[in-house]
């Protein structure tokens, strides 16, 4: 006859109610004196009891016992509404837009400690016929920040999406840059547009559109000192952008560039424009780029503006480009005229000059003929 357990041990019985056998165990009691029973559940008693052993182990490495209910979806969701505090609001958007269209519809109905790193694998590569790397990137990152959080608040034993990695996605578009002839087409095209002025800082100046749209009048000296030692030509403080606590993308990026002529008398020109049309309207966040009230432009604003400037460019598509290919373009002229690319990187506000070569210059001459040239000279024929 089997030995009757001793009270407290714990037992086996079929829960009519619920249909299922029940394993129990007790772990003593907690501080209010209440017996801590542990529970497992299935429709058999092996696995009842299967089930009550995964609990105890759980306990036993110090893990609460997650609601069986918890999956993804409610991992993603207690990251978006609390893991994402002093975020950005665009931060926050996005990655609310990449949660709910993506992540979710696909392992949201996954039990959080069911899913597999085979699961994550399978989703990426789905998601890698479809999606740039850099948005599959910015899912990987979503996920996994989700159930690190759930890992921390022992929602779950471990993070699976830490051991699997990102594939390479679709490939999207690369950036160009105008050639001189084309450069001057979109300057032509832009001189009657309201975008003329932002189109033509930017093409010789190589700030960022994010630069622009941050730049205030403050910032802007159109006079200059000439008669300082050493004279202090017109110049511009890029020391903004439009990036949550209004920094610059690098420390690096924070510089004062001297104006081309063009831009001087263009500036002018749109200060008088802007203080007629808008009145004191502009004044209220001082900005040298702005909405018809004075208010800040958004990236759409000046994708539009800029596309329907330069619809009537010579040569270029206006659905092909976009505004930070201007940056792109400044670079490039600049190479190709022979300034340093050192000093093209100190102008765009690159850390190094790495990006500026490898990302940003694109070369416009079909060949290089300062080898030659050399070679000419060293190997001069008598």
Known sequence: MPKRRSRGDGGLHWDAKRQRWIATASLGYAPNGK????????KTKTEAKEKLKQVLRDDEDGLAIAPADYTVERAINDWLAHGLNGRDPATVKTCTILCRNHII????ARKLRDLSAEDVDKWLAAKAKTLSTRTLQSLYSCL??????????DKVKRNVVALCSVPKGKSGRPSKALTFAQ???????AECSRM??????SLLTGARTEELRALTWDHVDLDGAPDADPPVPPHVAVWRSVRAGGDTKTRKSRRTLALPKRCVELLRRHRETQQREQGD????????????TGKPLDAANVRRDFRNAI?????????????RELRHSFVSLLSDNGVPLEEISRLVGHRSTA??????????RPVLQSGAVAMDRIFREE
């Open 281 to 292: 309207a502009w004044s209220e966040n001082g900005l040298v780029f702005a909405t018809a």
């Open 35 to 42: 017996r801590i029973v542990k529970r497992g559940s299935g």
């Open 196 to 201: 003329y002025a932002y189109i033509v800082l």
């Open 183 to 189: 450069a001057e087409a979109v300057l032509k095209a």
């Open 311 to 323: 619809k009537d460019a010579e040569g270029v598509d206006p659905k092909e480009w976009t505004p």
């Open 355 to 364: 990006v500026t070569e490898t990302v940003y210059r694109k070369q416009i």
């Open 144 to 153: 996994n920040r989700a159930i690190k959080r759930a890992m921390a608040r």
């Open 105 to 108: 519809p696909a392992l949201g």
